[in-house]
């Protein structure tokens, strides 16, 4: 049993900084990509960022490149995402995401675990 859980999500004002972080527990070693993707009400579920576990090499959605960074410590089966310049529009519940899928980047129907999600409120 694989079992993701988020913290560090919060309320902060437009153009503060939050950073979360995801431990994997569980069936970790077959992981190929962990990442987070994020849901305002009434959207869909949209794609931030993701890590490739093999090599650290990270991707990131257009609206976030610059202002958000994932890392990831492999020792610890942990994912982190640092975001800094918040805007309000980044107000969402994050999800992180694992992959065993080589290759996966921004589909979220190729990610095989969730986390339970956290609130991210950014204030204007």
């Known amino acids: 049993q694989v079992q993701l859980v988020e913290s560090g999500g919060g309320l902060v004002q437009a153009g503060g900084s939050l950073r979360l972080s995801c431990a994997a527990s569980g069936r970790t070693f077959s992981y190929a990509a962990m990442g987070w993707f994020r849901q305002s009400p009434g959207k869909e579920r949209e794609f931030v960022a993701t890590?490739?576990?093999?090599?650290?090499?990270?991707y990131y959605a257009d609206s976030v490149k610059g202002r958000f960074t994932i890392s990831r410590d492999s020792a610890k089966n942990t994912v982190y995402l640092q975001m800094n310049s918040l805007k309000p529009e980044d107000t969402a519940v994050y999800y992180c995401?694992?992959?065993?899928?080589?290759?996966?980047?921004?589909?979220?129907?190729?990610?095989?675990?969730w986390g339970q999600g956290t609130q991210v409120t950014v204030s204007s």
């Open positions: 995401a694992a992959s065993r899928i080589r290759g996966v980047i921004s589909n979220r129907n190729l990610y095989n675990d």
């Open positions: 890590c490739r576990w093999h090599d650290g090499s990270t």
